[in-house]
């Protein structure tokens, strides 16, 4: 349960703000195993291609694991971090470690937002507000102040670190 986690988990019902954007209607849209976000207008024009000859007909969210659980891709980021409801942000010295992978320890965590359950999913920021990654909070806000430093607050799940690791299976 702890690595896995969906668009809706990370941003609650403000993922209707995805769907309905000023600059038009968007969906989801499931195709080999992943799921798509795309603009209406854009999915029309994928109609006309053969299934097997599409590769990815807009931004990847995510895929489902063999386990049929989904996995969110580091590729929605930019999409769900101005909506995300729960965040964590790190401190400098443990920016690096949480690009390389890593879980978050208490010791490298800044700030973490309010009333932040147990394995809630929740954006990983810079002090500086840039969105590095997606977690898990491993402990709830209330534990994180008075746990021990070394221990994990947030489980890893995706970071932007993963495009130069992964750059050639990124969809």
């Not at 590769?55 to 990847?60: M, Q, R």
């Not at 580091?74 to 409801?85: E, G, N, Q, S």
């Not at 942000?89 to 965590?109: A, D, R, T």
Request: charged share 20%; hydrophobic share 35%; proline share 5%.
């Amino acid at each position: 349960r702890a690595g896995l986690t969906g668009p809706s988990r990370s941003i609650g019902e403000n993922i209707q703000l995805l769907v309905d954007r000023p600059d038009g209607t968007y969906c989801f849209r499931l195709h080999r195993d992943r799921v798509y976000y795309l603009s209406e207008k854009l999915l029309k024009l994928a109609a006309s291609v053969p299934r097997e000859s599409l590769v990815a007909p807009g931004t990847c969210f995510g895929k489902f694991t063999k386990s049929q659980k989904f996995r969110l891709s580091v590729t929605a980021l930019d999409f769900l971090a101005p909506y995300a409801k729960y965040k964590v942000w790190v401190k400098p010295g443990s920016e690096q470690s949480f690009l390389y992978g890593n879980h978050v320890l208490k010791s490298g965590l800044g700030r973490i937002t309010e009333s932040t359950a147990q394995y809630q999913g929740v954006v990983v920021y810079s002090m500086a507000d840039v969105p590095l990654g997606f977690g898990v909070a491993a402990k709830s806000t209330q534990e994180c102040r008075k746990v021990d430093p070394l221990a994990i607050v947030v489980f890893h799940q995706a970071d932007v670190g993963e495009y130069v690791r992964n750059e050639d299976t990124l969809t």
